[in-house]
């Protein structure tokens, strides 16, 4: 540090003394009681400067000594900007920490869903090279091939969650017509494991993205078809309440215990059923929360072991009036 450089950070000290001064002087000049003289005047200048210079020094060296140990812990500000200045760069350093941790957790997140889904889904070509050595059965490619398809999902969906903004279209939905084709994608299963289907469904519009929805609803279907034994049940269903409007999935299947209940949608979790039964990834139902969310609905769920499992989807009621107008136009 230049002691140059330095006078031009104290200029308002050595100005305020040198006015300080001059006033004192000027009213000595002008009382007409009072011979001024020059001799005198710069005398006492010189007098006054000397306790400048040793302030504007010590001042030098306590600066100099302040950026040199500026990493210490005990070092105190020079001023109230620097003490301000210290407490802003200790609350961006833990804001940056926090940054970091938030991304650490998602980078291992991430990883330890890759690995999950790579677990997943050598299973399934696992039994398709099998199969190429045995008698190939065309119902039993099928369901394999389904199963990596919605593997492969599941990774493209969970990778497009951060971007998701860049990646929708509101519009209207018709729900009838979206489960019916999930149906008809898991009409196979439906017929291997003999589970009855019953649909209940009024003409219903949501606004939504039809895609983003879709998906949303294939997971709840999906985890009604793997925990819902051969000659079960399952029962779809639209209701319009004052609030809100509904989808309702509910089976009959093995169930999710009470204590699984609240964490079902947390990033990875398995529970019981996950652990006992497959392995599972623990996404399905945390990519439908959080989708659905982003879409402006929610999902929740009620269930009882080896009773039944619903869950429902709700919907706003009110329509957005400018996405109606637009709808007509576009139509």
């Known amino acids: 540090m230049r002691f140059i450089r330095f006078l031009n950070y104290e200029k308002l000290y050595i100005f305020l003394y040198f006015l300080g001064f001059f006033i004192v002087c000027s009213v000595y000049f002008i009382d007409p009681y009072n011979q001024f003289r020059w001799s005198t005047f710069l005398y006492a200048l010189f007098l006054t400067i000397i306790p400048l210079i040793l302030f504007l020094l010590f001042r ?7 950026i040199r140990h500026m990493d210490a812990d005990d070092q105190e500000p020079l001023s109230l ?3 301000a200045y210290l407490r802003r760069m200790e609350e961006m350093e833990k804001e940056h920490i926090r940054a970091l941790n938030d991304i650490r957790e ?3 997140e991430y990883y330890d869903f890759i690995m999950s889904w790579f677990h997943e889904i050598k299973t399934p070509i696992s039994v398709l090279r099998l199969m190429e050595q045995t008698d190939l059965d065309k119902d039993s490619v099928r369901e394999e091939v389904t199963s990596i398809e919605h593997y492969v999902d599941q990774a493209l969906y969970y990778a497009k969650l951060d971007s998701f903004n860049q990646d929708y279209e509101i519009r209207n939905c018709d729900l009838e017509r979206l ?5 008809k994608d898991h009409s196979k299963t439906f017929i291997s494991k003999k589970i009855r289907i019953e649909l209940n469904l009024d003409s219903t519009i949501v606004q939504s993205d039809s895609k983003w929805l879709g998906f949303i609803i294939n997971q709840i279907v999906t ?9 079960g049940q399952i029962l779809i269903t639209t209701v319009e309440t004052d609030k809100d409007k509904q989808l309702i999935i509910r089976d009959n299947g093995i169930g ?3 204590k699984d209940l609240p964490r079902i949608f947390n990033k990875g979790f398995t529970g019981t059923n996950g ?3 497959t392995k599972s990834t623990g996404m399905g139902l945390y990519l439908a929360q959080e989708l659905s969310n982003k879409l402006g609905h ?3 769920c009620e269930s009882e072991v080896d009773v039944y499992t619903e869950f429902i989807i709700h919907f706003p009621k009110n329509h957005d009036p400018f996405l109606n107008t637009y709808k007509s136009i576009s139509d």
């Not at 030098?60 to 302040?66: E, H, I, L």
């Not at 489960?179 to 149906?183: A, E, L, Q, S, V």
């Not at 985890?223 to 000659?231: F, G």
Request: glycine share 0%; proline share 0%; hydrophobic share 35%.
């Open 275 to 277: 652990r006992i039964n």
């Open 298 to 300: 929610y999902i929740t």
């Open 256 to 258: 999710i215990e009470r």
């Open 81 to 83: 900007e620097a003490n």
């Open 106 to 108: 998602k980078q291992k």
């Open 223 to 231: 985890n009604s078809l793997k925990y819902t034994e051969e000659y």
């Open 179 to 183: 489960i019916k084709d999930i149906i």
């Open 60 to 66: 030098f060296f306590q600066n100099v000594q302040a």
